[in-house]
């Protein structure tokens, strides 16, 4: 479904070598079966953000280290120490999917609000942003990530989707 703030992984400790890997120090009830992760969240000036999984190993019980993909380098996650990183679930999105055919799909909120219509997808190194042309007239990026999409219905080409609280003000 989303991100759900009580699922806490743990916390990243520091930077482990030169190619990006962060050590997170678990939460004690991880510490005997840590789920297979896609992804996770990376809580950064108190929102989530979404990271796709590179790379995964649990050197002992108490902590795992993980390489995000598009953050190879240790200078790009050092920024990221001391903050908490979250398990996420949700529906899943094949990569594969002709993602251009989202162009023109309506975004509907959670709660049923129309946000605007997609305008342009946009690669970034482990995700994509849809730029969404608001009911306001104004451009909104999106994060494109399984946990924030509820239903996508391609019969009407609706998208409806989880918007993180104050995603506008980052825009």
Do not use: C, W
């Not at 009580?6 to 916390?11: A, P, T």
């Not at 030169?18 to 992804?39: A, D, Q, W, Y």
């Not at 990183?85 to 899943?92: D, I, P, R, S």
């Not at 251009?100 to 995700?127: F, R």
């Amino acid at each position: 479904m989303s991100y759900e703030k009580h699922i806490l992984l743990g916390k990243i400790t520091r930077v482990y070598g030169f190619n990006g890997v962060v050590t997170i120090k678990l939460e004690r009830n991880f510490s005997e079966k840590i789920p297979e992760m896609e992804s996770v969240y990376i809580e950064i000036d108190g929102r989530p953000v979404p990271f796709f999984v590179k790379y995964a190993e649990q050197p002992d019980d108490i902590s795992i280290r993980l390489q995000f993909s598009g953050y190879e380098s240790d200078l790009k996650m050092k920024e990221f120490v001391g903050s908490n990183v979250y398990l996420t679930k949700g529906v899943k999105i094949s990569r594969s999917d002709d993602m251009s055919s989202l162009i023109n799909y309506k975004v509907l909120s959670g709660e049923k609000e129309m946000i605007g219509s997609v305008i342009e997808l946009i690669e970034q190194p482990g995700h994509f942003l849809l730029n969404i042309k608001t009911t306001r007239g104004k451009e909104l990026l999106l994060p494109l990530h399984e946990d924030l999409i509820i239903s996508i219905d391609k019969k009407r080409k609706i998208i409806e989707m989880i918007i993180p609280e104050g995603i506008d003000e980052i825009n």
